[in-house]
Protein backbone atom coordinates (compact mmCIF):
# COMPACT_ATOMS: atom_id res chain seq x y z
CA UNK A 1 0.00 0.00 0.00
CA UNK A 2 1.39 3.33 -0.52
CA UNK A 3 0.03 7.06 -1.78
CA UNK A 4 0.06 8.06 -5.35
CA UNK A 5 -3.24 9.85 -5.68
CA UNK A 6 -3.68 12.47 -3.01
CA UNK A 7 -7.04 12.73 -1.81
CA UNK A 8 -8.53 15.49 0.32
CA UNK A 9 -11.66 15.70 2.88
CA UNK A 10 -13.97 17.08 0.37
CA UNK A 11 -12.86 13.95 -1.97
CA UNK A 12 -13.55 11.11 0.66
CA UNK A 13 -16.74 12.59 1.60
CA UNK A 14 -17.98 12.43 -1.94
CA UNK A 15 -17.22 8.93 -2.08
CA UNK A 16 -18.79 8.12 0.88
CA UNK A 17 -22.37 9.71 -0.16
CA UNK A 18 -22.89 7.11 -2.29
CA UNK A 19 -22.37 4.42 0.58
CA UNK A 20 -24.26 3.59 3.90
CA UNK A 21 -20.79 3.83 6.07
CA UNK A 22 -22.08 7.35 7.91
CA UNK A 23 -19.98 10.19 7.43
CA UNK A 24 -16.48 10.77 7.26
CA UNK A 25 -15.12 11.45 10.90
CA UNK A 26 -11.19 11.10 9.66
CA UNK A 27 -9.09 9.66 7.62
CA UNK A 28 -4.84 8.96 6.74
CA UNK A 29 -2.70 7.74 3.90
CA UNK A 30 -1.19 4.37 4.35
CA UNK A 31 2.63 4.38 3.52
CA UNK A 32 3.18 0.51 3.69
CA UNK A 33 3.95 -1.43 0.01
CA UNK A 34 4.14 -0.28 -3.12
CA UNK A 35 0.88 -1.05 -5.58
CA UNK A 36 -2.18 1.51 -4.86
CA UNK A 37 -3.25 4.77 -3.04
CA UNK A 38 -5.06 3.43 -0.01
CA UNK A 39 -6.14 5.70 3.02
CA UNK A 40 -7.69 4.37 6.56
CA UNK A 41 -11.03 6.47 6.83
CA UNK A 42 -13.58 6.62 9.64
CA UNK A 43 -17.00 7.27 9.72
CA UNK A 44 -19.65 7.90 12.72
CA UNK A 45 -23.23 8.48 12.61
CA UNK A 46 -24.40 5.32 10.85
CA UNK A 47 -24.88 1.82 12.56
CA UNK A 48 -22.34 0.65 9.69
CA UNK A 49 -19.94 3.42 10.42
CA UNK A 50 -16.42 2.01 11.62
CA UNK A 51 -13.13 2.51 10.31
CA UNK A 52 -12.45 1.06 6.16
CA UNK A 53 -9.93 1.03 4.15
CA UNK A 54 -9.92 2.88 0.82
CA UNK A 55 -8.22 2.16 -1.93
CA UNK A 56 -7.32 3.97 -5.47
CA UNK A 57 -6.36 1.96 -7.82
CA UNK A 58 -3.32 2.93 -9.32
CA UNK A 59 -1.92 0.25 -12.21
CA UNK A 60 -4.60 -2.21 -12.54
CA UNK A 61 -7.01 -1.83 -15.88
CA UNK A 62 -10.01 -1.08 -15.37
CA UNK A 63 -11.68 -3.80 -16.88
CA UNK A 64 -9.80 -6.13 -14.27
CA UNK A 65 -11.06 -5.08 -11.08
CA UNK A 66 -14.48 -6.89 -11.08
CA UNK A 67 -12.77 -10.21 -10.48
CA UNK A 68 -10.73 -8.94 -7.54
CA UNK A 69 -14.41 -7.32 -6.26
CA UNK A 70 -16.10 -10.67 -6.89
CA UNK A 71 -12.71 -13.15 -5.52
CA UNK A 72 -12.51 -10.93 -2.06
CA UNK A 73 -16.80 -10.82 -1.40
CA UNK A 74 -16.47 -14.92 -2.54
CA UNK A 75 -13.64 -15.67 0.05
CA UNK A 76 -15.49 -13.62 3.09
CA UNK A 77 -18.61 -15.33 2.51
CA UNK A 78 -16.59 -18.35 2.54
CA UNK A 79 -15.18 -17.84 5.96
CA UNK A 80 -11.91 -16.91 4.79
CA UNK A 81 -10.77 -13.91 6.90
CA UNK A 82 -10.31 -11.01 4.28
CA UNK A 83 -11.68 -7.25 3.53
CA UNK A 84 -15.13 -7.38 2.05
CA UNK A 85 -15.70 -4.98 -0.57
CA UNK A 86 -18.63 -2.63 0.77
CA UNK A 87 -21.59 -2.01 -1.32
CA UNK A 88 -22.24 1.22 -2.94
CA UNK A 89 -26.11 2.45 -2.58
CA UNK A 90 -26.68 1.54 -6.84
CA UNK A 91 -25.26 -2.29 -5.62
CA UNK A 92 -22.10 -1.31 -7.26
CA UNK A 93 -18.46 -2.24 -5.91
CA UNK A 94 -16.29 0.64 -7.49
CA UNK A 95 -16.51 4.28 -7.21
CA UNK A 96 -14.13 6.69 -9.20
CA UNK A 97 -12.51 9.54 -8.23
CA UNK A 98 -9.56 11.93 -9.94
CA UNK A 99 -9.81 9.94 -12.83
CA UNK A 100 -9.46 6.26 -11.48
CA UNK A 101 -11.95 3.42 -9.95
CA UNK A 102 -11.56 2.69 -6.27
CA UNK A 103 -12.99 0.63 -3.86
CA UNK A 104 -13.99 0.83 0.37
CA UNK A 105 -13.66 -2.79 2.17
CA UNK A 106 -13.64 -4.00 5.50
CA UNK A 107 -10.33 -3.25 8.13
CA UNK A 108 -9.33 -6.11 9.63
CA UNK A 109 -8.06 -6.42 13.06
CA UNK A 110 -4.30 -7.03 14.15
CA UNK A 111 -0.88 -5.85 12.39
CA UNK A 112 1.44 -7.35 10.42
CA UNK A 113 4.85 -8.25 11.40
CA UNK A 114 8.42 -7.95 9.94
CA UNK A 115 9.33 -11.47 10.87
CA UNK A 116 7.54 -14.53 11.82
CA UNK A 117 8.23 -17.03 14.41
CA UNK A 118 7.73 -20.92 14.05
CA UNK A 119 3.68 -20.27 15.72
CA UNK A 120 3.15 -18.02 13.27
CA UNK A 121 4.77 -19.45 9.93
CA UNK A 122 2.50 -22.52 10.84
CA UNK A 123 -0.50 -20.02 11.30
CA UNK A 124 0.18 -18.69 7.74
CA UNK A 125 0.31 -21.61 5.83
CA UNK A 126 -3.01 -22.75 7.08
CA UNK A 127 -4.13 -19.49 6.81
CA UNK A 128 -3.45 -20.35 2.79
CA UNK A 129 -4.57 -23.80 3.01
CA UNK A 130 -8.07 -22.19 3.95
CA UNK A 131 -7.80 -19.25 1.07
CA UNK A 132 -6.95 -21.95 -1.63
CA UNK A 133 -10.25 -24.07 -0.16
CA UNK A 134 -12.36 -21.09 0.39
CA UNK A 135 -11.44 -20.73 -3.27
CA UNK A 136 -11.97 -24.04 -4.95
CA UNK A 137 -15.54 -23.37 -6.70
CA UNK A 138 -14.99 -19.44 -7.01
CA UNK A 139 -16.56 -19.35 -10.82
CA UNK A 140 -14.15 -16.59 -12.94
CA UNK A 141 -10.41 -17.04 -13.67
CA UNK A 142 -8.21 -14.99 -14.38
CA UNK A 143 -4.35 -16.11 -16.06
CA UNK A 144 -1.24 -15.33 -14.71
CA UNK A 145 0.02 -11.61 -14.97
CA UNK A 146 3.79 -12.26 -14.33
CA UNK A 147 4.03 -15.44 -16.49
CA UNK A 148 6.97 -16.42 -18.06
CA UNK A 149 5.78 -13.62 -21.13
CA UNK A 150 6.03 -11.18 -18.62
CA UNK A 151 9.06 -12.16 -17.35
CA UNK A 152 10.46 -12.06 -21.20
CA UNK A 153 9.37 -8.72 -22.14
CA UNK A 154 10.41 -7.36 -18.05
CA UNK A 155 13.57 -8.49 -18.89
CA UNK A 156 14.38 -6.95 -21.91
CA UNK A 157 13.58 -3.71 -20.38
CA UNK A 158 15.60 -3.92 -17.15
CA UNK A 159 18.90 -5.74 -18.23
CA UNK A 160 20.73 -2.35 -19.62
CA UNK A 161 19.94 -0.90 -16.58
CA UNK A 162 20.44 -4.03 -14.10
CA UNK A 163 24.27 -4.32 -15.76
CA UNK A 164 24.52 -0.37 -15.56
CA UNK A 165 23.70 -0.62 -11.41
CA UNK A 166 24.01 -3.91 -10.58
CA UNK A 167 27.08 -5.10 -12.49
CA UNK A 168 27.07 -7.49 -15.52
CA UNK A 169 26.85 -10.93 -12.78
CA UNK A 170 23.36 -9.53 -11.95
CA UNK A 171 22.37 -9.48 -15.73
CA UNK A 172 23.61 -12.73 -16.39
CA UNK A 173 21.79 -14.46 -13.61
CA UNK A 174 18.86 -12.88 -15.29
CA UNK A 175 19.17 -14.11 -18.36
CA UNK A 176 20.47 -17.39 -17.31
CA UNK A 177 17.22 -18.14 -14.98
CA UNK A 178 14.75 -17.23 -17.57
CA UNK A 179 16.70 -19.73 -19.85
CA UNK A 180 16.01 -22.14 -17.00
CA UNK A 181 12.65 -21.76 -15.92
CA UNK A 182 11.60 -21.66 -20.00
CA UNK A 183 12.30 -25.05 -19.90
CA UNK A 184 10.08 -25.87 -17.06
CA UNK A 185 6.11 -26.87 -17.09
CA UNK A 186 4.01 -26.80 -14.42
CA UNK A 187 0.78 -27.56 -16.04
CA UNK A 188 -0.77 -30.62 -14.13
CA UNK A 189 -0.11 -29.58 -10.82
CA UNK A 190 -2.76 -29.11 -9.12
CA UNK A 191 -4.28 -25.61 -9.27
CA UNK A 192 -7.62 -22.43 -8.55
CA UNK A 193 -6.98 -19.38 -7.42
CA UNK A 194 -4.17 -17.99 -5.68
CA UNK A 195 -3.03 -14.41 -3.65
CA UNK A 196 -0.06 -14.56 -5.71
CA UNK A 197 1.62 -11.80 -3.24
CA UNK A 198 1.16 -13.17 0.30
CA UNK A 199 4.31 -12.02 1.88
CA UNK A 200 4.73 -10.87 5.76
CA UNK A 201 3.05 -6.99 4.81
CA UNK A 202 -0.34 -8.93 3.61
CA UNK A 203 -0.86 -10.57 6.72
CA UNK A 204 -2.52 -9.43 9.66
CA UNK A 205 -1.40 -11.28 13.20
CA UNK A 206 -3.24 -11.26 16.83
CA UNK A 207 -0.48 -13.17 18.98
CA UNK A 208 0.89 -15.92 17.19
CA UNK A 209 -2.55 -16.57 15.03
CA UNK A 210 -3.14 -14.58 11.54
CA UNK A 211 -6.84 -12.54 12.34
CA UNK A 212 -6.67 -11.61 8.20
CA UNK A 213 -5.66 -11.47 4.70
CA UNK A 214 -5.21 -8.23 3.02
CA UNK A 215 -4.41 -7.31 -0.88
CA UNK A 216 -5.80 -9.51 -3.26
CA UNK A 217 -4.74 -7.59 -6.33
CA UNK A 218 -2.62 -10.23 -7.60
CA UNK A 219 -4.55 -12.90 -7.68
CA UNK A 220 -4.70 -15.15 -10.68
CA UNK A 221 -5.20 -19.03 -11.21
CA UNK A 222 -1.90 -21.42 -10.80
CA UNK A 223 -0.43 -24.14 -9.15
CA UNK A 224 -1.48 -23.95 -5.39
CA UNK A 225 2.26 -24.67 -5.02
CA UNK A 226 3.41 -21.49 -6.71
CA UNK A 227 1.42 -19.27 -4.26
CA UNK A 228 3.42 -21.69 -1.30
CA UNK A 229 6.61 -21.13 -2.47
CA UNK A 230 6.25 -17.04 -2.63
CA UNK A 231 5.04 -17.13 0.83
CA UNK A 232 8.31 -19.19 1.89
CA UNK A 233 10.38 -17.16 0.22
CA UNK A 234 9.07 -13.74 1.94
CA UNK A 235 8.54 -15.54 5.28
CA UNK A 236 10.43 -18.43 5.85
CA UNK A 237 13.83 -18.08 4.01
CA UNK A 238 15.75 -15.73 5.65
CA UNK A 239 19.28 -16.90 3.79
CA UNK A 240 20.23 -18.00 7.59
CA UNK A 241 20.76 -21.15 9.58
CA UNK A 242 17.43 -22.19 10.40
CA UNK A 243 15.41 -21.75 7.33
CA UNK A 244 14.86 -25.41 6.72
CA UNK A 245 12.65 -25.53 10.04
CA UNK A 246 11.57 -22.21 8.72
CA UNK A 247 10.31 -23.69 5.76
CA UNK A 248 8.92 -27.06 7.20
CA UNK A 249 6.75 -24.52 9.99
CA UNK A 250 4.84 -23.28 7.03
CA UNK A 251 4.71 -26.21 4.77
CA UNK A 252 3.24 -28.52 8.07
CA UNK A 253 0.55 -25.29 8.80
CA UNK A 254 -0.29 -25.62 5.25
CA UNK A 255 -0.44 -29.39 5.32
CA UNK A 256 -2.73 -29.62 8.58
CA UNK A 257 -5.64 -28.58 6.30
CA UNK A 258 -4.55 -29.18 2.69
CA UNK A 259 -1.84 -32.24 2.56
CA UNK A 260 0.28 -31.51 -0.86
CA UNK A 261 0.62 -34.46 -3.38
CA UNK A 262 3.62 -35.96 -4.35
CA UNK A 263 4.36 -33.82 -7.32
CA UNK A 264 3.52 -30.74 -5.64
CA UNK A 265 6.54 -31.33 -2.81
CA UNK A 266 9.25 -32.10 -5.58
CA UNK A 267 7.91 -28.44 -7.67
CA UNK A 268 8.65 -26.39 -4.52
CA UNK A 269 12.25 -26.23 -5.06
CA UNK A 270 11.95 -25.51 -8.78
CA UNK A 271 9.11 -23.01 -8.10
CA UNK A 272 11.35 -21.01 -5.23
CA UNK A 273 13.34 -20.19 -7.90
CA UNK A 274 10.86 -18.78 -10.13
CA UNK A 275 9.18 -17.16 -7.38
CA UNK A 276 12.25 -15.02 -6.83
CA UNK A 277 13.28 -14.28 -10.06
CA UNK A 278 9.79 -13.12 -10.79
CA UNK A 279 9.85 -10.61 -7.49
CA UNK A 280 13.77 -9.87 -8.29
CA UNK A 281 12.80 -8.76 -11.64
CA UNK A 282 9.68 -6.47 -10.50
CA UNK A 283 11.86 -4.85 -7.75
CA UNK A 284 14.57 -4.19 -10.47
CA UNK A 285 11.74 -2.62 -12.69
CA UNK A 286 10.38 -0.32 -9.56
CA UNK A 287 14.11 0.62 -8.77
CA UNK A 288 14.80 1.17 -11.90
CA UNK A 289 11.88 3.51 -13.55
CA UNK A 290 10.36 4.82 -10.20
CA UNK A 291 6.87 6.35 -10.11
CA UNK A 292 6.44 9.66 -7.63
CA UNK A 293 3.90 9.24 -4.80
CA UNK A 294 3.37 11.50 -1.44
CA UNK A 295 4.14 8.48 -0.04
CA UNK A 296 6.12 5.58 -1.28
CA UNK A 297 7.83 2.68 -0.43
CA UNK A 298 10.50 0.58 -2.86
CA UNK A 299 11.63 -2.39 -1.99
CA UNK A 300 15.21 -3.58 -2.72
CA UNK A 301 16.05 -5.97 -5.50
CA UNK A 302 19.41 -7.45 -3.67
CA UNK A 303 16.98 -9.18 -1.55
CA UNK A 304 15.71 -11.57 -4.20
CA UNK A 305 18.60 -11.56 -6.11
CA UNK A 306 20.50 -12.97 -3.07
CA UNK A 307 17.52 -15.53 -2.86
CA UNK A 308 17.59 -16.93 -6.37
CA UNK A 309 21.20 -17.86 -6.14
CA UNK A 310 20.65 -19.52 -2.56
CA UNK A 311 17.97 -21.58 -4.29
CA UNK A 312 20.15 -21.88 -7.17
CA UNK A 313 23.03 -23.51 -5.36
CA UNK A 314 21.17 -26.16 -3.26
CA UNK A 315 19.14 -27.54 -6.15
Given amino acids: MSVYTELSNTDIQNILADYNLGSLAGFEGIAAGIENSNFFIDTEGDENSGRFVLTIFERLATDELPYFMTLMKHL ?147 PYVMDIAISLNDQSVLLSADDDSRIQSYLDGYQSLRPLEEDEREAIPLLLRLGALRFWVSRLYDALFPRGGAMTKTKDPEEYRKKLLFHRHVI
Avoid at 189 to 209: A, E, K, S, T
Wanted: proline share 3%; hydrophobic share 40%.
Fill in 76 to 222: AAGGLSCPDVMVRRDGSLLFEARGKQGCIVSCLSGKTLEQLNAQQLFSSGRAMAKLHMAGEDFPQQRANPTGIAWLEDTIKTVLDGTRETYGKAAADLLLSELDFQQSCAWDTLPRGVIHGDLFCDNILFQGNDVSGIIDFYYAHDA
